[in-house]
């Protein structure tokens, strides 16, 4: 059974940077698609941007320009580069793996950021 584990979160000031990991147990993780998403309490659950095991993108408009997901599959980690931080990007933080290609099934715990003005 794959695990994701996520880190890397915290407090940064708003126009900062911060670089999430997401470290997966098990050899076949690195054929998964693994995607980012966040969430902030009382609010949808929303995507944030997703990689293939071939290293394709695709990034949630909210983030599109200021994010950059990439993966290194000897590591079996997925690292979400996010640049120009605001306010708004406060929330947590999850990876998620979609391993049959029909839904993210596999979640990490989550790691929080918070963006201070």
């Known amino acids: 059974q794959v695990q994701l584990v996520e880190s890397g979160g915290g407090l940064v000031q708003a126009g900062g940077s911060l670089r999430l990991s997401c470290a997966a147990s098990g050899r076949t993780a690195s054929r998964y698609v693994i995607g980012w998403f966040r969430q902030v309490p009382g609010q949808e659950r929303e995507f944030v941007g997703r990689?293939?095991?071939?290293?394709?993108?695709v990034y949630g408009d909210s983030v599109k320009g200021r994010c950059t997901i990439s993966r290194d599959n000897a590591k079996n980690t997925v690292y979400l580069q996010m640049n120009s931080l605001k306010p708004e990007d406060t929330a947590v933080y999850y990876c998620a793996a979609n391993p049959t290609g029909y839904g993210y099934e596999i979640w990490g715990q989550g790691t929080q950021v918070t963006v201070s003005s």
């Open positions: 990689i293939t095991w071939s290293g394709s993108t």
